[in-house]
């Protein structure tokens, strides 16, 4: 089992930043591909970004593409969004999620999951 907590959310202005984590535990972080999704309201969850087990491949979804860039530190377990420009319609729950084998946009295949954390962007 992989426990996944992502770090609070919060509401910012159009054009602002923020920084999610998703600190893992219960089994090797390294093991695992870790991805983002997120899910508006009366939407379905969407992917958002994935990156490898060694962090050296990476994935993004052309709506954040060139705004949001995803990381991991293997020697703390934890994931990281860095998210910038960020617009109105970025508002939503985001999900981080871990798989073994390899990076894939199909949230499906990933096993573990985090509770979400509420994203707000106000115009």
């Known amino acids: 089992q992989v426990q996944l907590v992502e770090s609070e959310g919060g509401l910012v202005q159009a054009g602002g930043s923020l920084r999610l984590s998703c600190a893992a535990s219960?089994?090797?972080?390294?093991?695992?591909?870790m991805g983002w999704f997120r899910q508006a309201p009366g939407k379905a969850r969407e992917f958002v970004s994935v990156?490898?087990?060694?962090?050296?491949?990476?994935d993004y979804a052309d709506s954040v593409k060139g705004r949001f860039t995803i990381s991991r530190d293997n020697t703390k377990s934890t994931a990281y969004l860095q998210m910038n420009s960020l617009k109105p319609e970025d508002t939503a729950v985001y999900f981080c999620?871990?798989?073994?084998?390899?990076?894939?946009?199909?949230?499906?295949?990933?096993?573990?999951w985090g509770q979400g954390t509420q994203v707000t962007v106000s115009s």
């Open positions: 999620a871990a798989k073994n084998a390899g990076p894939s946009r199909n949230d499906y295949l990933y096993a573990y």
């Open positions: 219960g089994r090797i972080f390294s093991n695992y591909v």
């Open positions: 990156i490898s087990r060694g962090g050296d491949g990476t």
